[in-house]
């Protein structure tokens, strides 16, 4: 069989070297992966984007399965296009990744089915946007509705800080359409979990839970990034709220979707918070999380194709999905200076035999060798026993890559350890 996986992060890297697992597939290519992708599978210089030209390739290429990570081309319809031309895929149809592309959309649907979520209003008009944030209570959150790189939410601690929000993204357009429009929304307390789950619009199945790490730096200081470390499973996430958000966000979103007739197959990442008044949704994504992708494969036990053509074909009910009774930690190795700017084509010394597995996001090939080229260069991933030793082990492997400027946080899963010791 002949796959094919259109991203080129870190969470692509893991998924292919997942399914290379299946003896069933002969090819794998990557559309358009990376200079570290490039040790698993062909990598093809598409960009995830361009519709027209995964279709072209895929048909080209007798293509008999396709894989779609990223959001940007869920939303625009790259599930719709392939289906189009007879390629199962892994991934939702346009009209059901709305849950992601649209905040308004997502919040809605929550409000209509009463899914436990943040109080909010939805603004098109600046200026009532802004009258709004001058007498509502702070901190208050500002969402872009749409897609906007992870960077679309400001928690505003202050009213300045919340006008400001306001004002960069439907004056500035500084998300152009995506900010257009706004949610904006109580702040909520509490830890958060990142659930990611199976779906085949009958049947959720939950994989094993994550916590990200999204600020850049140790302490949960300085700025937000796309997420500099993952640990799963998550302390906080107990058996008896699994049950609970089971009961009142998952099986009701799976139910939400069909009965807005846009079943939901693939990949659904509830991003939640645990409040004092319960489990609420932060945010939905329409697809694997990145990194918690990175933490939670790993561990899982069942083959991940099966998982994925069982889900294509809803028959997800039929196939029993295991995780391994063990813990994860991805340590990400970043360029200095990202979020903001950063350098380029640092030269990469990998272990000859790593210790666990390194997932490569921002790394090209220059004269067969490794570079760096992206912000969120790597991610070191340890299974083990227990938690404090999946944390050492992700730290010895991010401390035997070597690269200039390298920079990661020091204090992945410190929190998940506290948390352990209270729950
Ligand atoms: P996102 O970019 O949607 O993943 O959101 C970034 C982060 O903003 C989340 O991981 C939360 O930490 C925070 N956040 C989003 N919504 C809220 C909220 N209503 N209350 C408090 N924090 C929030
Ligand atoms: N790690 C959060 C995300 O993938 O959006």
């Keep these: 069989m002949k796959v ?21 597939i002969t090819e794998i290519f990557a559309l358009p992966g990376n200079g570290g992708i490039a040790a698993d599978a062909a990598c093809v210089p598409i960009g995830a984007k361009d519709i027209a030209s995964i279709v072209s390739f895929a048909e080209d290429n007798g293509i008999d399965y396709a894989v779609v990570t990223p959001d ?17 895929c892994f991934g939702p149809r346009s009209e059901a990744a709305q849950i992601e592309g649209s905040k308004v ?29 001058r007498s509502c209570p702070i901190p208050i959150v500002v969402k872009a509705d749409g897609l906007a790189l992870g960077k679309g939410v400001v928690v505003a601690r202050s009213r300045e800080e919340a006008e400001q929000a306001v004002r960069e993204s439907m004056e500035n357009h500084k998300f152009g359409k995506s900010g257009e429009r706004l949610v904006i929304e109580e702040f909520l307390e509490g830890p958060e979990v990142s659930v990611l789950a199976f779906t085949d619009g009958k049947t959720i199945v939950p994989m094993v839970s994550s916590m990200d790490h999204k600020c850049a730096w140790d302490g949960d200081k300085g700025p937000n990034t796309g997420g500099m470390g993952t640990v799963a499973p998550n302390p906080y996430y107990t058996r008896a709220l699994a049950k609970r958000c089971m009961k009142e966000i998952f099986l009701p979103t799976v139910a939400a979707m069909n009965a807005e007739g846009r079943p ?3 990949c659904l990442y509830f991003g939640l918070m645990l409040t004092k008044d319960g489990p609420k949704v932060i945010e939905y994504n329409c697809r694997f999380g990145d990194p918690e992708t990175q933490v ?20 997800l009910a039929e196939v029993e999905v295991k995780f391994k009774n063990a813990s994860a930690c991805c340590v990400i190795l970043a360029s200095k200076g990202y979020p903001g700017s950063y350098e380029k084509g640092y030269p990469i010394e990998l272990p000859a035999d790593p210790a666990g597995q390194i997932f490569v996001a921002g790394a090209a090939r220059k004269d067969g060798k490794l570079v760096t080229s992206g912000g969120r260069v790597l991610g070191c991933t340890a299974v083990a026993d227990s938690l404090p030793r999946a944390i050492e082990a992700a730290y010895a492997l ?26």
């Design 4 to 24: 094919m996986v259109i991203g080129g992060g870190g969470r692509e890297h893991a998924v292919i070297r997942k399914l290379k697992e299946n003896p069933e």
């Design 72 to 88: 940007d081309p869920l939303v625009l319809g790259c599930v719709d296009a392939l289906e189009e031309i007879g390629v199962p």
């Design 105 to 133: 959309f997502a919040k809605n649907l929550m409000k209509q089915y009463g899914i436990p979520t943040a109080r909010y209003e939805v603004f098109t008009d600046p200026e009532a946007a802004l009258a709004y944030v």
């Design 264 to 266: 939901f197959k693939g």
């Design 296 to 315: 939670v494969l790993p561990l899982l036990e069942t083959d991940l194709f099966t998982v994925m053509r069982a889900v294509t074909e809803e028959r």
């Design 398 to 423: 991010a401390d035997s890559v070597k690269f200039e400027n390298a920079f990661c946080r020091r204090d992945i899963g410190r929190r998940a350890l506290q948390a352990k010791a209270e729950v």
